[in-house]
């Protein structure tokens, strides 16, 4: 039995010899390999180098462009300072001139309307057929009725005859509306009327007109300042007696309208 321990323990002694001397053999080994590649790391690849190096060269590039740029807004306010007047020193003081009061002067003092120096005659449309036209007329007969005033209303979409007159007194073909006169005298459209009636300079020229009644409106024909012809009823047409036929009635216009003899005279 002692024997048999012995061959056991003789057995077992070349193997764990034989694994020590393995381990003696492969560490020693492994140990200096980790030492290699701390001591001297493998270089890196060219892939990988050209960019770092872009990166450098662009970063590089980037601050000298920062430091031209930073020299340039330096070197600004050291030569305008040097322009720039000083607090002590007084600037000039603006001199104003005096501005040209509207009303002083009519727009064309040359071009008239005779037989209206006693009166306001204004040039419109009440057709809607040009939305901006239709506005500016209204707005200017709102302006002079809210002074109260009789205006005398010219609207050649109710008598063509008034667009006629308007062009021979313009000698302009194509005119626009509204045109106003006052006191015979041209004023101008839309735009200087509003102009002038928001500077004030409108209600100086009319003081000297007489005021109406609030809410006064012609009887005959509603301020519309046209009615019916008496003559042929508003169509146009007679029947002649001694020719036995009808015929064009000349005391009407093309629709059948005259002037309201109530307020228009």
Not at 87 to 102: A, G
Not at 130 to 139: G, K, L, N, S, V
Not at 236 to 250: A, H, I, P, Q
């Amino acid at each position: 039995m002692a024997e048999s321990g012995k061959n056991k323990t003789k057995s077992s002694s070349p193997s764990s010899g034989f694994l020590n001397r393995s381990f003696t053999m492969h560490a020693p080994m492994a140990e200096s390999k980790v030492h290699l590649f701390f001591k001297n790391p493998p270089p890196l690849s060219h892939n990988r180098a050209a960019p770092l190096s872009k990166f450098h060269n662009s970063m590089d590039s980037v601050k000298g462009k920062v430091k031209k740029l930073r020299s340039l807004f330096e070197s600004k306010p050291s030569s305008s300072s040097s322009t720039l007047p000083s607090p002590k020193e007084s600037c000039p003081k603006p001199v104003l001139r005096p501005t040209k009061s509207i009303g002083s002067g009519f727009i064309n003092p040359t071009i008239r309307l005779p037989g209206t120096e006693d009166r306001i005659v204004v040039y419109l449309t009440s057709l809607r057929g040009i939305r901006r036209t239709f506005e500016d007329c209204y707005a200017v007969k709102m302006i002079f009725r809210g002074f109260r005033l009789w205006v005398d209303e010219r609207d050649i979409s109710m008598d063509a005859a008034y667009k006629k007159e308007l062009q021979n007194i313009l000698k302009v073909k194509n005119v626009t509306l509204p045109q106003v006169f006052i006191k015979g005298k041209y004023i101008g459209g839309a735009d200087v009327i509003k102009s002038m009636f928001e500077m004030g300079e409108l209600a100086k020229i009319l003081d000297d007109f007489p005021r109406r009644q609030p809410g006064f409106a012609c009887n005959a024909c509603g301020d519309v300042r046209f009615v019916p012809c008496g003559n042929c009823s508003g169509s146009r047409k007679v029947f002649d007696d001694d020719e036995g036929s009808l015929k064009r009635c000349f005391e009407c216009n093309e629709n059948g309208l005259i002037r309201c003899p109530g307020c228009c005279d």
